[in-house]
Every structure is written in C-alpha cells, then in structure tokens.
C-alpha cells in the first residue's frame, strides 16, 4: 500500500523574478537565483521522497535551483514530474 503525504507549505518563492519565458539559457540561472526559500521543515523527515511538480521544463534551470536548496538542508530524494518539456 502506498502511502503519500501532501505538504505544500514548504517551498515558496522568496524574490520576484521576470518570467523565464523568453529568456536565454544562460540568463535563466541568473534570473532564478537564490529566489526559492524553504520553510516549515520541521515537518519533513529527511528520508522522505520530495516530488517537485513544474508545469514545463525547458533548460531545467528553476528545477536544479530548487534541488540545490534542499540538497544544502540534507534533502536528496529529489524526483520531478512536469507536463511539458521543450
């Protein structure tokens, strides 16, 4: 039986950011960076599995930022899922 728990109070945008929409590849790293922010982590075991959700991945910029903030706080059972890749 699998058993999921939902927590969708830990990660949150911290800076605006333009849109990544039409942004080079090498611009998107910069726009994106140090803009995520995690809270509540008290609530989350450390060897829990983290699903982050993207609505579409184009150079995967916003998703390796993402990782890279909970792999700084001891997190790496990291899995993706995204509708949409280009």
């Given at each position: 039986c699998l058993k999921l728990n939902y927590n969708f109070n830990i990660?949150?945008?911290?800076?605006?950011?333009k849109s990544q929409f039409r942004v080079s590849p090498?611009?998107?790293?910069?726009?994106i960076k140090n803009s995520?922010?995690?809270?509540?982590?008290?609530?989350?075991?450390?060897t829990k599995n983290i699903i982050l959700f993207d609505?579409?991945?184009?150079?995967?910029?916003?998703?390796?930022?993402?990782?890279?903030?909970f792999n700084k706080n001891g997190y790496f059972n990291i899995y993706y899922l995204t509708l949409s890749s280009v």
């Amino acid at each position: 039986c699998l058993k999921l728990n939902y927590n969708f109070n830990i990660l949150y945008k911290s800076k605006y950011t333009k849109s990544q929409f039409r942004v080079s590849p090498e611009k998107r790293i910069n726009n994106i960076k140090n803009s995520f922010s995690l809270k509540n982590l008290s609530t989350l075991e450390k060897t829990k599995n983290i699903i982050l959700f993207d609505d579409i991945i184009t150079t995967g910029a916003t998703l390796n930022e993402i990782t890279n903030l909970f792999n700084k706080n001891g997190y790496f059972n990291i899995y993706y899922l995204t509708l949409s890749s280009v």
